[in-house]
Nanobody, 118 residues
């Protein structure tokens, strides 16, 4: 079994920065990709970014390009999301997920709240 635990969320003013972490545990942890998603109140969960676990290739949603950076530390089984120039519309619960080679997210964290004040 794999567990994912997010941390690093909080309250920040517009224009500020936060770095989210997602730490994995479990002997069977071997994802194809790790992704970050977010869900704002009353809205569907949306894709933010993902990164391949072995090669470190990153891909971002258009609205996050240039502001967010995803990275990973394989030895620590941790994926990060550096968020800069935060906007009030970035307010959401942020989730990390583990994606298989079949492009299925099979594990999710519990989420961490990010609130950006104007």
């Amino acid at each position: 079994q794999v567990q994912l635990v997010e941390s690093g969320g909080g309250l920040v003013q517009a224009g500020g920065s936060l770095r989210l972490s997602c730490a994995a545990s479990g002997r069977t942890f071997s994802p194809y990709r790790m992704g970050w998603f977010r869900q704002a109140p009353g809205k569907a969960r949306e894709f933010v970014a993902h990164i391949t676990w072995s090669g470190g290739n990153a891909f971002y949603a258009d609205s996050e390009k240039g502001r967010f950076t995803i990275s990973r530390d394989n030895a620590k089984k941790t994926v990060y999301l550096q968020m800069n120039s935060l906007k009030p519309e970035d307010t959401a619960v942020y989730y990390c997920g583990s994606e298989t080679i079949s492009l299925v997210y099979n594990y999710w964290g519990q989420g961490t709240q990010v609130t950006v004040s104007s």
